[in-house]
């Protein structure tokens, strides 16, 4: 028996696809339908795209923009730019915290500094005021002038005291007060001592000693040898030196003035502020 031939299959889609478009096109009329009944706030639309306008320079054309480049579409803001922007942003930010912690340091240090200065102020004063009180005991406290800084107690010697004129051998009749002093320097002077010898600006005329900065080393010598061969005080501890005429203290074209530039300093160093390593 000969086989029936199959019907060829319908022409065109399926019928179950023309039942999905139809449905796809149901519910795309039905949200137009939703949103043209929908009423939008302009207000807030508006306060939206000032925000971003002002920001990112997007909407209204684009606005204004970060640099000079072309902008992306209207409304849209320079993203190419974008970037860079933000990297700019971060790294003034990054700066601005950098100084404001570059500030604070700089703010601790000199609080720190101001602090450290208090103290050695207040431990000159002591120191000063016991020296004071040892020159009194001996009598010898109008032929020692006593003042204080932050760092150290400063004794100061008239030149003429110690010396004879253009000479650095101390004179004998100095002994007594040099003496007292030695001893107060052993007392005080565990942070280290610096002496100084100073002169007027009246040129050497002759003499052992070519010039004033020659005389006035070899004096703070002479009282560097005396205290380390007649105290207890470890010479590694003094410093001696000679600064001429250069460090007056007062009018070196008056006899008075000159007579006052003559002179020995010793500076006896406080704890805070100590030589001594």
Known sequence: MAKRKEDPPPAGAPAWQSTFADLMNLLLC??????S???MDAEKFEALAASFSNTFSIFSGGGS?????????NGMSQLNQLDNYITNVGAAANTETIDNEFEE???EEESLAAKMEEEGLKESEQMAE????ALAEV???REVDVSFTSQYV???LKGSVLFDSGKADLKQEAMPTITQIGVILERYGLYGIEIEGHTDNVPMNGGKYENNDVLSSYRALSLFNYLTQNTSIDPASIKHSGRGEYAPIADNSTPEGRSKNRRIEIKVYNSLNSLVR
């Open 37 to 39: 009944m929908s009423n």
């Open 105 to 107: 340091e700089v703010d």
């Open 130 to 133: 016991k020296i004071e009180e």
């Open 139 to 141: 009598g010898k406290e």
């Open 154 to 156: 400063l004794l100061t």
């Open 65 to 73: 923009s970060f640099d000079d480049g072309l902008l992306i579409s």
């Open 30 to 35: 039905f949200f137009v339908l939703l949103f």
